[in-house]
């Protein structure tokens, strides 16, 4: 669902929705992997004596179990003269130092904001199917654009490859 409006009035010039989270479709075959790869994981680690690696393979396991039960929400992003809204979070645009994205469909849409707080870490908004020009066009008016970023974050492009 989009919307885009006009109105300098404060309310949302451009409006989306977006998951809560990046929804993977996880096949048979990557839990195969995943447990094979966790599995051998734990046995090294029980083998070498290095208990907190084991811990660690074990919390990230239970972390990815716990996740991909939970139930997605869907948020709204909206972008108006005065800021972003992202669900109820309020980012006004003088926190935030710019912008970039990496639009290379099918796989990767995205826009990244960069905070100026070192205490907020970098945004990633799915675009999903909005025209980066109109939200290009909109930012622009309150806040740099990076064009020398031109590839997603490694976290991100790992985070995807692997389905985490």
Excluded: C, H
Aim: proline content about 5%; glycine content about 4%.
């Amino acid at each position: 669902m989009s919307e885009i409006s006009n109105e300098l009035s404060g309310k949302p010039m451009i409006r989306w929705e977006i998951d809560e989270s990046a929804r993977n479709r996880r096949g048979r075959a990557w839990y195969v992997i995943m447990i094979l790869t966790g599995g051998s994981l734990l046995i090294y680690a029980v083998a070498s004596a290095n208990f907190l690696f084991a811990l660690l393979v074990l919390m990230f396991a239970l972390v990815i179990y716990l996740t991909s039960l939970r139930r997605q929400e869907t948020v709204t992003v909206e972008m108006s003269p005065d800021g972003i809204t992202i669900a109820k979070d309020f980012y006004p645009y003088r926190e935030i130092r710019r912008f970039w994205f990496v639009y290379e469909p099918p796989e990767v849409k995205n826009l990244y904001l960069d905070f100026k707080a070192v205490t907020k870490s970098l945004m990633t908004l799915p675009l999903i199917d909005q025209n980066p020009n109109q939200i290009r066009q909109l930012l622009g008016q309150y806040l740099p654009e990076d064009f020398n970023e031109d590839e997603e974050p490694f976290l991100d492009f790992l985070g995807r490859i692997l389905k985490l």
